[in-house]
């Protein structure tokens, strides 16, 4: 099959499941480790979160996509990229806390992810995606796959860790080794996990 026989869809479908399953933000990435990350008080606490951020990251590839399209051999592209990114998704941080006051119907859902947005904004100006889709002239369908692929790759992360802090509260684990440093070796060895996945060598 040819490049133009392939459909926007698969393509965009292909990319969000590549960035879904082997480019997660929190494992592969190491993004995301936050206290609010790392320690959901709940399961919604964690899928508003994932929400926000899915949100976040998706709606502003369309600014990144705009963005690297009048970029295109520019000299000094490589410092205007970082700010005019960083202004996009302040445009649509704006723009989604505005909306969220207006909405009226879904006031409880709409204040919980509103409280959860700075934190998926701070991720989304550090999502490494972005610069991805620079470096392998990603276009807008393919920019805005990897962005959601993510995103809900970042809510599953959050959902695995919040049960497996749970699983690994009720384990026989040395004092030494509880909490936290034990939940960063068992996110260690996902991220391995993850390397293995996508053929990556570890450095040596």
């Not at 960035?19 to 508003?48: D, H, Q, Y």
């Amino acid at each position: 099959m040819s490049p133009e026989q392939i459909s926007p869809l698969f393509i965009f479908l292909a990319t969000a499941i590549t960035a879904f399953a082997v480019e997660n933000p929190v494992f592969e990435g190491a993004l995301g480790l936050e206290r609010e990350t790392m320690f959901m008080k709940s399961p919604m606490s964690g899928i508003l979160l994932g929400v926000a951020f899915t949100w976040m990251t998706t709606i502003s590839s369309l600014f990144v996509t705009i963005i690297n399209h009048l970029l295109v051999g520019m000299q000094y592209a490589w410092i205007a990229r970082p700010l005019l990114y960083l202004l996009g998704v302040s445009i649509v941080y704006v723009g989604t806390v505005q909306g969220l006051r207006r909405v009226k119907v879904l006031q409880i859902f709409s204040a919980g992810v509103e409280e959860m947005l700075p934190i998926a904004t701070f991720n989304t100006a550090m999502f490494g995606a972005f610069y991805n889709s620079v470096l392998q002239n990603f276009g807008f369908g393919q920019t805005a796959g990897y962005a959601l692929g993510t995103g809900f790759g970042y809510t599953a992360a959050i959902l695995i860790i919040y049960y497996a802090r749970k699983r690994l509260a009720l384990s026989p684990i040395p004092r030494a080794f509880q909490g936290l440093p034990i939940l960063l070796v068992y996110m260690g060895f996902i991220s391995l996990a993850l390397y293995g996945i996508i053929g990556r060598a570890l450095p040596t």
